[in-house]
Antibody, heavy 118, light 107 residues
Framework: QVQLQESGPGLVKASETLSLTCTVSGGSISTYSWSWIRQPPGKGLEWIGYIFDSGSTDCDPSLKSRVTISIDTSKKQFSLKLTSVTAADTAVYYC????????????WGQGALVTVSS | AIQMTQSPSSLSASVGDRVTITCRASQGIRNDLGWYQQKPGKAPKLLIYAASILQSGVPSRFSGSGSGTDFTLTISSLQPEDFATYYCLQDYNYPLTFGGGTKVEIK
């Protein structure tokens, strides 16, 4: 059974860097792409970006200047760094596996709430 | 970016009702659309992908249809466990974009 688990600080100060890691268990990290998706409290879902095991990555243009997504295939982990955070970055952050052909997010982590404090 | 417009944003329905949620894309996306269900405090769950393919383990009362710009999620007979928020997601190109969500509440 594939499982994804987010980990990282739940509280980040404004202007600092948010860092989260997603650990994948029960399945291969190859073949799929791996995404970060967030949800501000009481609001909808927002896709942040993806990475493949090859290291190929892309993200939403609105976040591109602040986002880095990386992968460590030996540890079956991928990570998100979001710099210069503000209160608007307070959200539940999900990691998710995207199967291909056809594409779909078939496995999700439980989510990690990150609060940006002033 | 492709804009996904979901309607309605909320609805009230009774157990046993037939429920229809629509999603419209700002440009054609073939059939590259998925539907997700989210319950409070939980991660979204995949229901339908490629517009009409039922994810394994999802009850057959859920169905999806559409292609191009207009898509529909139908729940044929609403069950108590179906009260949740539903999101569409376009998988056609990057950046991936979700609809605003439809909250299905108990009447």
């Amino acid at each position: 059974q594939v499982q994804l688990q987010e980990s990282g600080p739940g509280l980040v100060k404004a202007s600092e860097t948010l860092s989260l890691t997603c650990t994948v268990s029960g399945g291969s990290i190859s073949t799929y792409s791996w995404s970060w998706i967030r949800q501000p409290p009481g609001k909808g879902l927002e896709w942040i970006g993806y990475i493949f095991d090859s290291g190929s990555t892309d993200c939403d243009p609105s976040l591109k200047s602040r986002v880095t997504i990386s992968i460590d295939t030996s540890k079956k982990q991928f990570s998100l760094k979001l710099t210069s955070v503000t209160a608007a970055d307070t959200a539940v952050y999900y990691c998710a596996r995207r199967a291909v052909r056809p594409e779909r997010f078939d496995y999700w982590g439980q989510g990690a709430l990150v609060t940006v404090s002033s | 970016a492709i804009q996904m417009t979901q309607s309605p944003s909320s609805l009230s329905a009774s157990v046993g009702d037939r429920v229809t949620i629509t999603c419209r894309a700002s440009q054609g996306i073939r059939n590259d659309l998925g539907w997700y269900q989210q319950k409070p405090g939980k991660a979204p769950k995949l229901l339908i992908y490629a517009a009409s393919i039922l994810q394994s383990g999802v009850p057959s009362r859920f169905s999806g249809s559409g292609s191009g710009t207009d898509f529909t999620l139908t729940i044929s007979s609403l069950q108590p466990e179906d009260f949740a928020t539903y999101y569409c997601l376009q998988d056609y190109n990057y950046p991936l974009t979700f609809g605003g969500g439809t909250k299905v509440e108990i009447k």
